[in-house]
Each structure stands twice: as C-alpha cells, then as structure tokens.
C-alpha cells in the first residue's frame, strides 16, 4: 500500500469449479505475430502495434518491457503452453499481473517472454472447495467490488485499484482492514501454480493449507514468499482459517468490512513546521502505534498514514505533513476514538495543524476514495521501505526533516509514509506463513517520483542516500532487531543486495524473509530445479545465494 482511478462496472456472480493438476505442454505451432495460438494465448511482438502499449504498461515508467514476444493468456492451460514453449526453446520468462513491480523484472534486458496474466481475472465462489476463487490478473478495487456486492465480505488487502492479485498475495498483502482480519495471505486457502519439473515438463499443480496435502509447501511459500520465485501462479482460492467447520455459506468463509468508515485528517502547514516540530510529530504518531497496536486494542479497527512531503524545488511548497485516518464505524465509540487518535498525533505540533470534521462513508466509497488518493503519483519511481518494531527516534527524525527540506532533489514528489501495522497480522506465528514480520507497529515506505529521464540517476541517487543516513547504525538498512524488522517483498528493492548501500552484513534475503528463507528454497529447490522463475531478488535454491 502505497501513499494516499475509479472503475465502474457491472458486479457478476461468477462460480468456478477446481481444474487443477496434470495439465501439460505439448507441441505449439509456429506463432505468427498478433494471432492467437491454439490453447496458447496471444502472441504479440514487436511487428504488432499492440506491443508498444504492452511494453509501457508498467505502472513505474523507469522502465518499460522489451522481449522477443508478449504472451497474453486468458486460461491455465495456455499459461502451460506458454511456459513450456518458453522452456523448450530456452528463453527467458517473467511474468506480469497487474505491473505495479517497483523493479525491473519484467523489463530485464534477459527476459525474452513476457506472460501478461491481466485477462485472467474472473472472481467467483467454487463450492467445492468452500472458497473464493481469484485470478491471478484480478485488480484489487474490481475484486473487492465482485466479493462485496456479490456476498458481503473482502479480503484485507491493499488499497491500489489496480494491482494485480498474483504478486499481491504470494508478497503477504495489507491494507485498511489488516489491523482488524490480519494479512490477505493469511486467508490464502489454496493456490494453482503452473511450475516446471527437472526434465522441463511445465504442469499446473494446485497447493491447499490442508495438513495431509503432500503440496502444502507451496501452499506455505505463497503467503509471502514473493512473486516470480517457484513458478506462474494463476489463481487463488480464499477461506479464512477462523470459518466455521464444514460451513457452505459463502458469507460466512470471508471477513465482513464494517457497512461504514469514519475518515479524519490532520495537515499540518509547512510553514511553522521547524526541526523541533517536525521532530514532535514523528515521536506523537510513532509513540501512539506502539501504545495501540495489540490485537484486543479498541484501535483495531483504525488504518492510519503519516504522510512526510519532500518540498518541491519551486512553485507552492504544499504541507510538511498529512495524517489520515480511517476507522471501523461499528463500534459505537468509533468517531470519538477517532477524534481522539487525531488530537493525539497532532499534540504539541507548531505551525497551526488543521484538524479535519469527522466524515461519515459507506465502506465501498471509503475504499474508492483511498485508491483514488493513492492512484495519484504516476511517473518514474524509487522506492524503499521498512517494518518498524518502533517509530523513528528524534536522530531518525532529524535525516528525514533535512531531506525532505533540502533543495538538492529532482522530483515531482517526494514522500516518507508510516502506515498503521499490528494488530491480527501480529496475533500469527512467524512461522505459519512466509510472512514472518508479525512483531511491527508501522510499515514505511520512502518513495521519490519524477518526470525527466534524464533525473533518474540523481532521484534515484536522493533516496538512497537518504536510506542509507536514515540507517546508518544499523548498516544502512533496517535490519531485524528491537526497533526494526526488515523489508517488505512487495515493494522490492535491489539495493538490499547491493553491498554499497547494504554495508549491515546481512544477506538481503534476511531483511526480506527472515528466518524463512532456508524453507523457501527448498520449495524452490522441489517446484523449480530449473531455476526457471527468476529474477535479481529471487529466492535461490543453492545454499548461500
């Protein structure tokens, strides 16, 4: 979930039954540019004037797409086609859902095939497995509208309209309502998996929670082992471990989001905002999600964001800051919890903070207008992130207020974002899945967006170094310990692998997976010996990689 692109459409009931393993790929016929191949999907490339669009489609426009070919799918059995051909003739693979990778997988010079899964998106109910069934191309704001209107409940996902659920959930995926119902992952029933065995036979195989299933493995690796790592994930089927038993209504099996959502900020002026109050303001929001934050906290139900602007270099400076919040509005004490939870970040602040009227939403538009916020910063983007076990100290504070005010950066803009964490997600065994940051009060997230390609080396440059001070005790990135606990796969960034920002002495894949990290390889080391599905951040079967 990123810093705070609306779609209509008409909601459909939609079942789906489980087509599941022994789908293999056999001969494809020679493809010819723009045509659909038999069972194979799509083929587009260069010659076709669909490419150019497919190319750009990335929502971070640092970099764009270039392979030999796009192969736009719309079925299980084509993505089996697609990888085994790509396999038989030794090309590259990478593989897109939604685009919103903040790293250049799909666009590495290596790649030579594309499989674009953005037309798989049918979401339904399969009453054979008492669960919802999602597509790996399914947008988040169009499946929450088809999981509402069409049985009441949501997943707690994140708040971008248009990221796809393939790499969402094997990521972990959070957003407004993980406080309240924990992970998006966490809910993760069973996954279908298009994988690749020694010999180079691609196969789907579908991996279930269930504790005699002999593929649970996988299962395990898709609730936060990233995306692109063991092979094509094509769909997902959803029933929280907390359903009744045996239960086949399907309104029962997902959570419920409360019918409406109380909505508050603060902003807080850039002018008066001194080092002295900008410090107040971070040590305010950090103290109050430390003190707040436990599963039975009345505040469970509050998604909150403290949004730090870098100051343009030119034109209207806008705020230094704005705080957002949403909360659960069931609870009978909710506005003035609310209320509450405002007046207590925006304490002792200088500079006049404006304290916002209370607003009143049904949920649906809550979650439009959240996107909608989100949605707004296109462009080229850096982005780094971090779970904090606690909020910045005063020394923290410090970095970032000279950062964000300095004139040394080209942007469009400039952000430092601490989004509300805990709750249900801490109430999980590290181990229960390959989430393993289940002790965090905050996400952060640090992001820089431009325009120019020609700023790329000096934006990208900004951040890095704004990273590395920020962290500078611990290495330069927020390695796992009483105050930090590491990185968030889903916003990945190469830089963790890179010695010069990365001087901690941990591998990269300590930040990012923790303790997991030796279980993830040997499921990569089971369902993908090939080492078919990589990339610069994956998870690697040889020890010590």
Known sequence: MTVPSRRSFVARTLTLTAAAAGLTAGAVPAQAAGRSVPDGGTVVTPDDPRYADLSQRGSNKRFTAH???????TTTEQVVR???????????????????????????????????????????????????????????????????????????????????????????????????????????????????????????????????????????????????????????????????????????????????????????????????????????????????SGAASPY??????????????????????????????????????????????????????????????????????????????????????????????????DVLYTYLNGTGNRHDSASVSFQSYGGAINSVAEDATASTHRGSVLKALYMNTWQDPAADAEAVDWLRRLYRDLYATTGGVPVPGRSTDGCYINYPDIDMADPRWNTSGLPWHRLYYKDAYPRLQRVKAAFDPRDVFRHTLAVRAEPGR
């Open 67 to 73: 392979p030999d070919a796009f192969r736009l799918v």
């Open 300 to 397: 469970a139900g509050l998604f909150g964001g403290l949004v730090l602007y870098g100051r343009p270099a030119a034109g209207d400076p806008g705020p230094a800051a704005v705080s957002f919040a949403h909360m659960d509005g069931s609870r009978p004490d909710a506005e003035r919890l609310l209320r509450e939870y405002s007046a207590a970040v925006a304490e002792g602040v200088g500079g006049s903070p404006e304290i916002s009227e209370i607003g009143n939403q049904p949920w649906l538009a809550a979650t439009e207008s959240l996107a909608a916020a989100q949605d707004s910063d296109a462009g080229r983007h850096k982005i780094k992130s971090a779970y904090l076990r606690r909020g910045h100290d005063d020394a923290q504070a």
């Open 82 to 292: 697609a990888v085994g051909d790509a396999v038989r003739t030794g090309r590259r693979i990478a593989v897109r859902s939604g685009g919103h990778c903040y790293e250049n997988v799909a666009g590495d010079p290596a790649v030579r095939l594309v499989i674009d899964l953005g037309e798989m998106n049918a979401v339904g109910y399969d009453p054979q497995r008492r669960a919802f069934v999602v597509e790996a191309g399914a947008q988040l704001l169009d499946m929450y509208k088809k999981l509402y209107y069409g049985w009441g409940v949501t997943l707690p996902g994140g708040a971008s309209a248009t990221v796809g659920m393939g790499g969402h959930i094997a990521g972990g995926g959070y957003g407004a309502l993980s406080r309240a119902h924990g992970l998006a992952a966490d809910h993760l029933y069973a996954v279908e998996v298009v994988v690749v065995d020694a010999s180079g036979r691609a196969r789907a195989v579908v991996a279930t929670r269930e504790r005699t299933d002999p593929l649970r493995e996988l299962w395990w690796a898709h609730t936060g082992g990233g995306g692109g790592n063991f092979g094509v994930v094509t769909r997902y089927w959803f029933r929280s471990p907390q359903a009744p038993a045996h239960c086949t209504d399907p309104a029962r099996l997902l959570p419920r989001p409360p019918g409406n959502v109380f909505t508050g900020s603060v902003y807080f002026p850039r002018e008066g905002m001194d080092r002295a109050s900008f410090r107040r303001l971070v040590r305010n929001h950090g103290q109050w999600h430390e003190r707040n």
